[in-house]
């Protein structure tokens, strides 16, 4: 048994079968956030693996070009404390410089592994806040690259995990506040 299962707002949260007394909500367990876009990207999304393209400004689903500016898809794994192997997932955008970028589409083309690049959080996150300085790592074959945070707290959260109740901040300031629904 992990150590959430003693808090009843965990078992709510990860039982398909609960709905909320507000409006009969469902829940079943994490959910990860993800952005469609890097916060500039001035036009609007795609649909499923459409590519929007307007002048020098590009996006796929794990590509981006803003002017002069590259921007690659990452994750960024987050365990949860006192939940076994649960991991809440990030998959946010980062800018990197333009070699490093066509270093990344070399290494799909190729087929050998990313080595990996300096980076910069292109989306604000929620609880973490914006421009956060670190490290693409480079993937499995086929993996989107891992953002390593540079320090501060998504650097700790990264190390040590988050707790429960971290998690249902992050959800609050993404505009999901589920702690009502969850109860004591």
């Given at each position: 048994?992990?150590?959430?299962?003693?808090?009843?707002?965990?078992?709510?949260?990860?039982?398909?079968?609960?709905?909320?007394?507000?409006?009969?909500?469902?829940?079943?367990?994490?959910?990860?956030?993800?952005?469609?876009?890097?916060?500039?990207?001035?036009?609007?999304?795609?649909?499923?693996?459409?590519?929007?393209?307007?002048?020098?400004?590009?996006?796929?689903?794990?590509?981006?070009?803003?002017?002069?500016?590259?921007?690659?898809?990452?994750?960024?794994?987050?365990?949860?404390?006192?939940?076994?192997?649960?991991?809440?997932?990030?998959?946010?955008?980062?800018?990197?410089?333009?070699?490093?970028?066509?270093?990344?589409?070399?290494?799909?083309?190729?087929?050998a592994?990313?080595?990996?690049?300096?980076?910069?959080?292109?989306?604000?996150?929620?609880?973490?806040?914006?421009?956060?300085?670190?490290?693409?790592l480079?993937?499995?074959?086929?993996?989107?690259?891992?953002?390593?945070?540079?320090?501060?707290?998504?650097?700790?959260?990264?190390a040590?995990?988050?707790?429960?109740?971290?998690?249902?901040?992050?959800y609050?300031?993404?505009?999901?506040?589920?702690?009502?629904?969850?109860?004591?």
């Amino acid at each position: 048994m992990n150590l959430l299962q003693l808090d009843a707002r965990w078992r709510r949260f990860t039982d398909p079968d609960f709905r909320s007394p507000i409006d009969g909500r469902g829940f079943s367990g994490l959910y990860d956030l993800g952005f469609e876009a890097p916060d500039d990207w001035p036009h609007a999304t795609p649909e499923g693996d459409a590519v929007v393209e307007v002048g020098q400004h590009r996006l796929a689903s794990e590509l981006c070009r803003i002017g002069e500016h590259r921007y690659l898809r990452c994750v960024i794994p987050l365990a949860l404390r006192g939940a076994g192997d649960e991991v809440f997932w990030f998959a946010p955008w980062a800018e990197v410089a333009s070699a490093d970028f066509y270093a990344f589409l070399d290494s799909l083309d190729s087929g050998a592994p990313f080595a990996g690049c300096t980076a910069r959080l292109a989306n604000a996150l929620p609880g973490f806040g914006d421009a956060l300085e670190g490290r693409l790592l480079g993937g499995e074959d086929g993996e989107r690259p891992r953002f390593q945070p540079d320090g501060g707290p998504l650097a700790e959260a990264v190390a040590e995990g988050l707790s429960f109740d971290t998690l249902l901040d992050i959800y609050a300031a993404a505009g999901d506040d589920i702690r009502p629904h969850l109860g004591r």
